[in-house]
């Protein structure tokens, strides 16, 4: 989730459980706190390119290291802003928990996988219940955020905490009713799927994305969900198969490596690039839901020594017709 709907929601929590005379401390603390996790996106190598993927949303976001997590966040905190405020660090602390507690539960009902589990499991938890970037979830929260720190009453911050999990609680109704249209859509085309998923397009959860896989393809739609619902028939693309996409490529190298963490960063969704013969994507994101058009890829080189990784590439195309095709879909348009 982005930074700031870290921090709100981290706010929030602690503001709740706060005493009046606190609500404003607590909010400052948990704020900050909420966001900390996020520091794990320093850990990343300029010789290594995929390190980063491994490592972000990983222990920092373990259901396990919350209490450290909020421990490291007291222990710089208390000196710089909760001794001044006359709190005492066992107080710091309990503020600096419950905020650093929203940050991995709030990403894991986000599409990009959180390791809560870790260091038990290395399973990529997903909900799919909310967009990265979603200002009807932000918005609220904010101004209840604010509102409890002006007027100084936790009862702002309850509302906040009550507003976010109504509105993800919405979205795991949306998403089963995408799932359903999804299950719809294969079964129309006489497919059985062998998994299927669906995802919020950006920034709402009336649109979603929804993909689904058969024995040799993958198949991108997108959905309208609510009172007018709608499909928008989208594309197909063939499964990765390294011997034939790549035939190439020796199996023992680096570069055959990388693939296979690319393979578990994405849950297995991977294919050949159609329009570059040296990438694969991962065609679970896209800033149109029903396009394979990737948010990210890895490059391959033919020229790549055994140990040299593959390149990451990211592809941020905001174009207006993307932001149009989407308007559409979300306002009923064709």
């Not at 401390?25 to 704020?31: K, V």
């Not at 020229?303 to 879909?329: E, I, N, P, W």
Request: glycine share 6%; aromatic share 10%; proline share 4%.
């Amino acid at each position: 989730m982005d930074p700031l709907t870290q921090g709100v929601l981290g706010a929030s929590l602690p503001q709740a459980s706060a005493k009046s005379s606190e609500v404003r401390a607590a909010g400052l603390l948990g704020f900050l706190a909420g966001m900390s996790a996020d520091l794990d996106v320093l850990i990343r190598s300029s010789a290594d390119p995929l390190l980063f993927l491994e490592y972000h949303r990983q222990f920092t976001h373990a259901l396990i290291f919350i209490p450290i997590g909020g421990l490291l966040c007291a222990a710089l905190l208390y000196p710089l802003l909760g001794k001044s405020r006359q709190l005492s660090f066992a107080t710091c602390f309990k503020y600096c928990m419950l905020g650093y507690a929203t940050h991995a539960l709030l990403d894991s009902c986000t599409t990009y996988g959180t390791m809560l589990f870790w260091p038990f499991s290395d399973v990529r938890i997903a909900w799919n219940t909310v967009s990265i970037i979603d200002p009807l979830f932000t918005g609220p929260i904010l101004v209840l955020v604010v509102l409890a720190a002006k007027k100084k009453r936790e009862f702002y911050g309850r509302l906040a905490v009550l507003w976010a999990l109504c509105y993800l609680s919405l979205g795991v109704l949306q998403r089963n009713a995408a799932v359903d249209m999804g299950n719809e859509i294969a079964v129309s085309r006489g497919h059985v799927p062998i998994s299927l998923e669906a995802k919020p397009s950006f920034a709402n959860i009336l649109v979603w994305k929804t993909v689904y896989e058969t024995q040799d393809r993958y198949y991108v739609d997108a959905v309208r969900v609510g009172p007018s619902p709608a499909v928008y028939q989208g594309d197909s693309i063939e499964k990765l198969d390294i011997a034939r996409d790549f035939s190439w490529l020796d199996l023992d190298s680096q570069q055959a490596r990388d693939i296979e963490r690319f393979r578990w960063f994405s849950n297995g969704y991977i294919a050949k690039d159609p329009l570059r013969e040296d990438r694969i994507i991962d065609i679970r994101y896209s800033m149109v839901p029903n396009e394979l058009a990737p948010l990210w890829s890895i490059q391959l080189s033919k020229d790549a020594s055994a140990s040299d990784h593959v390149d990451y590439k990211t592809h941020r195309d905001t174009s207006s017709g993307q932001s149009d095709s989407l308007r559409r879909m979300l306002f009923g348009g064709g």
